[in-house]
């Protein structure tokens, strides 16, 4: 019975108690004799104990093997084996920093202003930026305390910082057997502290040639990792149009629907049958770049607050719809919102022939969307695709705190 669903409670609400307790969640793998675990994108996606243990129990885990899920996970090691096979890194460490007159020493060489990045970091945690020699003492033990308390190694390393700059990832698909393509990338520069909010495929700033060349460096590094299932080459796009490699994510992501939309390969499907051990039934040269895709976050916060989260009873509900307009989402009339877990409560995703068609289309789908009963960051997004600059597609990751701060 392919359809049929089991549900097992797996503890009280928080994730510590739950979703983050591996015994928890294969006791109810074992109880419901499952075959593979799909992680998801929080959680335990990216925790390569889990893996481990999903596999020492014969139960598939739906990402990469444990060691290429370790390798994506050292940001030094990965910026190392980019740098050895002609994939642009931004100047900086070879390897993590001794101390702070290591990178002082350093930063005299590639010239202030420098970021201080954890080496198991990700996602912006541990990160300081520093001006000069003075800053770059605080910044180090701050990075270091920082990296040592969220990721549990203090280790840091040292980049030259790049000012507004555009974050674009590069999605790939890789079978068990070394083939590996991408589907293009996505523009994720509109973000507050870390979190994306709006997202974008095809980049307004990258060209088919661009496209190629950056697809090409993911690839190449996703070989040389030798990686498996599905993941995201992050780069950082300067105000000349170079790209560098930053990191590299082993899990899907939120924004993985604007791909979809635009490729038609659904992406979630390929995971699982590559988990499967199944070789991958595409290539490069038969992808293709169809129309454009944006997607908001909406999250259970408030803009008009600090975007305190906002949690409570859902009242009326009308997510848009029509042709090319889609609201995933879990939330419905009734749902209680708790505050337990993370804000994002649905994602509206629009899919157009053009940039221009889609801003309209989600104009259009905000405009129509009623959620009630929380505050919702749907009005920022309002005024976000009110702005000419966002609707020129001159943007970056200072844009939400050039335009819509304080
Ligand atoms: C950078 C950078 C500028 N220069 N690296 C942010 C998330 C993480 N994946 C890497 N990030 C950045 N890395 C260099 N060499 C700018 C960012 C960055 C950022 C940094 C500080 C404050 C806000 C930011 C927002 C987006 C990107």
Redesign the pocket.
């Known amino acids: 019975m392919p359809y049929e669903t089991e549900t097992v409670c797996i503890g009280p609400a928080p994730a510590n108690k739950s979703y983050l307790d591996m015994s928890r969640i294969i006791s109810a793998a074992e109880v419901t004799d499952v075959e593979a675990i799909h992680p998801g994108y929080g959680f335990l996606s990216e925790n390569v104990h889990f893996a481990e243990v999903c596999e020492s129990c014969n139960i598939a885990f739906i990402g990469p093997r444990p060691e290429a899920a370790r390798a994506v996970g050292n940001k030094v090691k990965t910026r190392e084996v980019a740098k050895s096979i002609g994939v642009p890194v931004?100047p900086?460490s070879e390897s993590s920093l001794k101390d702070e007159n290591e990178a002082i020493k350093l930063a005299h060489q590639i010239g202030y202003p420098?970021?201080l990045?954890a080496s198991f970091?990700?996602?912006?945690h541990g990160?300081r930026?520093a001006h000069n020699d003075i800053s770059i003492v605080n910044s180090f033990l701050a990075a270091q305390s920082e990296a040592k308390n969220v990721f549990k190694d203090g280790a840091v390393y040292l980049?030259?910082?790049?000012?507004e700059?555009r974050?674009i990832e590069i999605q790939i698909v890789a079978d068990n057997y070394g083939s590996v393509i991408h589907l293009g990338e996505r523009e994720c520069?509109i973000?507050r502290?870390?979190q994306k909010i709006v997202e974008e495929a095809p980049s307004p700033a990258v060209s088919p040639d661009l496209r190629k060349k950056m697809g090409q460096a993911a690839i190449a590094l996703a070989g040389a990792l030798n990686y498996n299932n599905v993941g995201t080459v992050?780069f950082?796009l300067d105000k000349n149009n170079n790209f560098?490699f930053?990191?590299m994510n082993g899990r899907i992501q939120v924004e993985h629907p604007i791909t979809e939309m635009v490729t038609g390969v659904d992406i979630v499907k390929k995971q699982i049958k590559i988990a499967a051990g199944m070789k991958l039934d595409l290539k490069q040269e038969n992808i293709t770049f169809n129309g454009h895709s944006i997607e908001c976050r909406i999250n259970a916060e408030d803009p008009m607050d600090d975007f305190r989260p906002s949690s409570g009873t859902i009242g009326r509900y009308y997510p848009a719809g029509g042709l090319g307009v889609r609201f995933d989402s879990h939330i419905y009339q009734g749902y209680q919102v708790s505050p337990y877990y993370d804000s994002l409560i649905g994602k509206l995703i629009v899919h157009r022939n053009s940039r221009d068609e889609a801003i309209k289309a989600m104009q259009r789908a905000l405009a129509e969307c009623i959620i009630d009963g929380i505050k919702t960051t749907i009005p920022l997004h309002k005024a976000i695709f009110k702005h000419t600059k966002f609707i020129d597609g001159q943007i970056d990751?200072?844009f939400l705190?050039r335009y819509f701060s304080k």
Do not use: A, C, D, W
């Open positions: 931004i900086g420098v970021i990045k970091g990700g996602g912006g990160m930026i980049e030259k910082f790049i000012e700059p974050h520069s973000q502290r870390h992050e950082l560098y930053i990191e990751t200072n705190n």
